[in-house]
């Protein structure tokens, strides 16, 4: 899949929204701040916005381009849209639904059947029922299948998990997998929420105020922000692949490196996880201390450091390379040198673990 | 009741039905294009079309008089190509309680068509249905609450007009008296007893318009 966006200029209310990218991988996370203009990007792409000037192609298909007045319309663009508030048709049952987009195109076959989307969304219970009856997961899941049976080309989903508390979500993030691994359909998913966003995306494009400020494969954005503005955004400092050894009471043994790790447990089961550390969320300490609360007490060695504003960003080898943000007056309290070894402190809850 | 008050009675009931439903498809597209779209000169088009509802109603009266004429300019067209009279028939009566009934539907109409979430019609169109397809499967099923009350109160409209039906089409008995005008002349020639017999007829006629169109709501509604 290539989705090419050119000379976009689209004025909102507090800037305008310009950007120029291009996006190649199965799905990608239009990653920002509330008001960056995400919405707005995903609208012009479905056509239901028009931009001041715009180029975006889909594959070889020219969608809009304002320079030559041409503007597929939306019902002609095979692009399916989940939006934040799910749209589902209120007067009609879950299969009216369901349903709706495949009664309109009639060329060609459908891509998937009815069947087998409504198993592998786990909503054939819930097709004879009224749209307002369905919790919110259940209409979630509703909206996503009525657009992947619409046969889509493109998948825009915008914010899929907002609207949802945190178990619901841990819930619906398996169903998503499913969609992308499934049903392979090009994903462009907006999203302010940096775990969604690895766990669900190849590439991510960061905007700010209406402005593309990195696109890049999703741990390299992360880890390597390109700026001050992407760091403060998105920043995890240490991002390494870990696999989960068991899980009881709610938290889970992982070992990254042949170190291991407690951390709370995903929701979703999954035994290879991608573990995230911030920064800011490391400890470091000199003395092998008495016991205290925190579950993570890892041996390091100090690699660099590295001045970063107020701060002191402190690499270190804790068996994996594992990063620390320090203040100038901790770093120069401790002592810190290169190539000394130091203890580093992590509270399970920090660890954050997301399945792969 | 006597037969020509039978014949008064399903007059008025077909004249202000047929009314009702004449100005329907007018009224929705009117309506739509207020409640969906905007261009500059617009309140202009809200103020003109709104002017029934304010405007003494013989004045309206007055004016399609003037239009619907011999001389006026369309009265005198469709005499001049179908030798068709207007004025004094029941077709005067017709259009001015279309007239008359006109604003109410649009203004129902209009608020029921802007309480549906535009969001639902592009999500529709996205699954790949056109314009049309759009209205009548989304927006016209959502806004048919409202817009059953604006007809309701269209109909109701059209069952009481007085001062623009009087000018246009006259008090004509057989052809273009109404429940109204009827009740009206009976007062004029001290037959009390008459007129309240046709008063007890339109309280029948509201009422059962009224509690038919609740009724036709409260199953829709269960049966969604």
């Not at chain 1, 929420?193 to 990195?214: N, S, T």
């Not at chain 2, 608020?111 to 529709?124: G, H, K, M, S």
């Amino acid at each position: 899949m290539s989705l090419l966006l050119k000379n976009v200029s689209l004025p909102l209310a507090h800037f305008t929204l310009k950007v120029d990218f291009e996006v190649r991988s199965r799905v990608t996370a239009v990653f920002g701040p509330s008001g960056a203009g995400k919405t707005s990007l995903l609208d012009l792409v479905a056509g239901l916005r028009a931009a001041r000037s715009a180029f975006i192609q889909l594959d070889d298909c020219v969608l809009t381009d304002t320079a030559k007045s041409i503007s597929v319309p939306v019902h002609q663009r095979g692009i399916g849209y989940v939006p934040q508030d799910l749209a589902l048709f209120p007067h009609l049952s879950v299969r009216r639904n369901l349903l709706y987009g495949r009664k309109s195109g009639g060329a060609g076959d459908p891509l998937f059947s009815f069947e087998h989307v409504t198993d592998v969304l786990e909503i054939q219970p819930l097709v004879s029922r009224g749209v307002t009856e369905l919790s919110g997961g259940e209409k979630q899941r509703v909206a996503l299948a009525r657009a992947l049976l619409a046969s889509p080309r493109l998948l825009l989903l915008d914010e899929p998990l907002a609207s949802l508390d945190s178990p619901l979500k841990e819930k619906i993030i398996p169903y998503l997998s499913r969609i992308r691994d499934e049903f392979r359909i090009p994903t462009l998913c907006v999203t302010h929420d940096r775990f969604e966003a690895l766990a669900l995306a190849d590439e991510i494009v960061v905007l700010v105020d209406g402005r593309v400020v990195q696109t890049g494969p999703v741990p390299e954005v992360f880890t390597r922000p390109a700026n001050a503005e992407v760091a403060r955004l998105v920043a995890i400092e240490t991002l390494q692949p870990g696999s989960v050894i068991r899980m009881s009471e709610g938290l889970a043994t992982v070992s990254v490196n042949r170190v291991t790790l407690t951390a709370l447990a995903p929701a979703a089961t999954s035994h290879e996880v991608l573990v995230c550390i911030r920064g800011e969320d490391v400890i470091l300490q000199r003395d092998a201390a008495s016991a205290s609360s925190v579950r993570n007490r890892l041996s390091a060695r100090v690699l660099s450091l590295r001045p970063q504003g107020a701060l002191v960003r402190v690499e270190l080898d804790a068996g994996f390379p594992l990063f620390a943000l320090v203040t100038r007056s901790a770093c120069a309290e401790l002592n810190l040198r290169e190539g000394e070894p130091i203890t580093a402190l992590i509270k399970a809850p920090a660890i954050h673990l997301v399945p792969r | 009741m006597t037969g020509e008050d039978w014949h008064v009675v399903w007059f008025t009931a077909w004249v202000s039905a047929s009314s009702t439903l004449a100005i329907l498809p007018f009224g929705l597209a009117l309506a739509w294009v207020l409640a969906r779209r905007n261009w500059p000169g617009k309140s202009l088009l809200e103020t003109f079309v709104s002017l029934p509802l304010v405007m003494p109603p013989v004045a309206t009266g007055l004016i399609l008089l003037k239009i619907l004429g011999r001389r006026g300019a369309i009265g005198g067209w469709f005499h001049d190509q179908f030798n068709l009279d207007i004025i004094f028939t029941w077709r005067a009566v017709l259009i001015a309680l279309g007239v008359m009934s006109f604003p109410l539907l649009v203004h129902f109409a209009r608020v029921a068509f802007e309480e549906v979430n535009p969001r639902l019609e592009q999500i529709a169109r996205t699954l790949g249905a056109g314009g049309w397809r759009v209205f009548f499967t989304i927006t016209l099923p959502l806004a048919a609450r409202g817009i059953t009350a604006g007809l309701i109160l269209a109909f109701a409209r059209a069952l009481g007009e007085f001062g623009a039906t009087i000018m246009v089409a006259g008090n004509i008995p057989g052809k273009t008296s109404t429940l109204s005008l009827s009740i009206f002349q009976n007062v004029q020639l001290g037959e009390d007893s008459h007129a309240f017999r046709l008063l007890g007829v339109s309280v029948v006629l509201a009422f059962a318009a009224v509690w038919s169109s609740q009724f036709l709501m409260h199953r829709k509604c269960k049966t969604k």
